[in-house]
């Protein structure tokens, strides 16, 4: 199904917002293009960095202060290639790209450290306390964090559309198409009262409009408000669930 | 009733008690000798459960002692629980933890740049979630505050203590083999001048005059 549309499609579609921030991007592009860290192609790097940012303008979406910093700082690095290399005491010839690639290995030793430290969280996640005493994890756990449901919406809306548009389901918009966000609304708990919880994409069984997406992710926002659902990441990297919120807790 | 034992004191105390249990707190009540004799107690009764077929250990967490079932019944003990107990954790929460836990007392700045990107949202959320806490300011200019991780995030991780957090250098490591052979690819890339390379030159240089 991937024709080559799609395959061109493919770069605008990695959005920035998927990036931690510009060096996330930049160990993208050189895990992508397998690059040697080492010996970084400033030119090809400026060039695919810039793109991606130009990509992101093109979307009129603001681009944040970091990642035009780091843009002058390649500039900066490839201007710099270009110019007689000065020498230093010890004779050693300085490269430019020393401080980026300095920068880039320590930005990915704690990314790696980030990952190990949530594999160890999956796993003491999966020990359970004694707990005897009906406080010990419940009461005095997250509960008043669950409030601020930390989610991210975006990737979330993101992700269920790219999906439902890979899998060629969503359908152009319907004239005089009535959407109703109440019925909507209703739909969501129906389904919750059946499966328990729900992710987003399971919402949209069939072929969906643009409307009805937009309804939906409305709905479900509605409901969040009224506390009548709840959304959660089990982990950073797992997935996100509707919980339908429990009326009465423990019973 | 069985003989009152020291073995059995511990393992009473670490059963009763609605958290961990620390060390000290062990060998004052059992009249131990040292923590180190409540470590070896411990792991006597951990090998009597594992021989016995129990389905749980006490494991060492934030320094205290705790009965945890083992990870097989997870899926089934989670049943019980009607959410997973955790604060969600993003991507840059857990960079900045990392660089918190491992740079501890430190600033803002200095998560910022190593992460190349402004860190005060996941800062803040660490510090809601509890697996931050502030120590004080440092005194330079614009005195930022110091952030250090909090037992509640040993706990979380399964930590004993923070000692047991990977080490940048063995982490250094794991990438020398790629710095290695960056380091031959530079030297065939540029090789050094060596003697034949300028013979030959020399050679070149005669047979042109």
Same mark, same amino acid.
């Given at each position: 199904m991937a024709d080559k549309t799609n395959i061109a499609d493919d770069r605008c579609r990695v959005?920035?917002?998927?990036? +931690?921030?510009p060096l996330d991007l930049l160990l993208y592009l050189i895990k992508r293009d397998e690059i040697d860290i080492y010996d970084i192609p400033i030119t090809h790097v400026v060039d695919e960095f810039i793109g991606f940012l130009e990509n992101m303008e093109e979307l009129d979406l603001s681009v944040a202060g970091e990642y035009l910093l780091m843009a002058a700082l390649l500039m900066r690095i490839k201007a710099r290639m270009l110019l007689p290399k000065p020498e230093l005491d010890t004779g050693e010839i300085e490269d430019p790209r020393q401080e980026l690639v300095d920068m880039l290995i320590e930005y990915r030793m704690f990314k790696k450290i980030s990952e190990e430290l949530n594999r160890k969280r999956e796993e003491q996640s999966k020990l359970f306390p004694?707990? %005897? &005493?009906?406080? %010990?994890? #419940?009461?005095?756990?997250?509960a008043e964090q669950e409030e601020l449901i930390p989610m991210d919406y975006y990737t979330l809306v993101r992700t269920a559309w790219d999906l439902l548009k890979q899998e060629n389901r969503i359908i152009p918009a319907v004239a005089g198409e009535d959407v109703d966000i109440g019925e909507r609304m209703e739909f969501i708990v129906g389904f919750l009262a059946e499966k328990g919880r729900a992710r &987003? #994409? +399971?919402?949209?069984?069939g072929k969906t409009t643009p409307m009805m997406f937009v309804a939906t992710f409305v709905a479900l926002l509605e409901l969040i408000k009224e506390r009548a659902v709840r959304v959660q990441q089990q982990s950073a990297f797992g997935n996100i669930w509707i919980y339908r919120n429990p009326e009465e807790r423990g019973e | 009733m069985s003989k009152i034992t020291k073995t059995g004191i511990v393992e009473a105390l670490i059963f009763a008690s609605p958290g961990p249990v620390g060390a000290k707190r062990l060998m004052n009540i059992a009249s131990l000798e040292s923590t180190d004799e409540a470590d070896r107690i411990v792991e006597t009764l951990n090998e009597t459960y594992e021989k016995n077929g129990r389905v749980f250990r006490i494991k060492r967490l934030a320094g205290g002692y705790q009965f945890f079932t083992l990870t097989g019944y997870a899926p089934f003990v989670g049943?019980?629980? !009607?959410?997973?107990?955790q604060p969600h954790l993003t991507h840059a929460m857990l960079e900045a933890l990392s660089i918190i836990a491992l740079r501890q007392p430190t600033t803002k700045p200095v998560v910022d740049k190593i992460r190349g990107a402004d860190s005060s949202a996941p800062i803040h959320s660490l510090l809601e979630a509890g697996l931050i806490t502030i120590k004080g300011r440092q005194? !330079? *200019?614009?005195r930022p505050f110091l952030y250090a991780t909090t037992d509640e995030f040993l706990k979380m991780f399964g930590l004993d203590s923070i000692a047991e957090l990977p080490k940048e250098d063995d982490l250094a490591e794991l990438f020398s083999d790629e710095l290695q052979k960056a380091k031959e690819d530079a030297e065939k890339a540029y *090789?050094?001048?060596n003697e034949e390379n300028e013979k030959q030159l020399e050679q070149h240089e005669q047979s042109e005059q």
């Open positions: 959005h920035l917002d998927v990036f +931690e921030g004694k707990g %005897s &005493f009906p406080d %010990s994890r #419940i009461a005095t756990g997250y &987003f #994409i +399971e919402l949209f069984p | 049943e019980l629980f !009607t959410d997973s107990g005194k !330079t *200019p614009g *090789p050094k001048k």
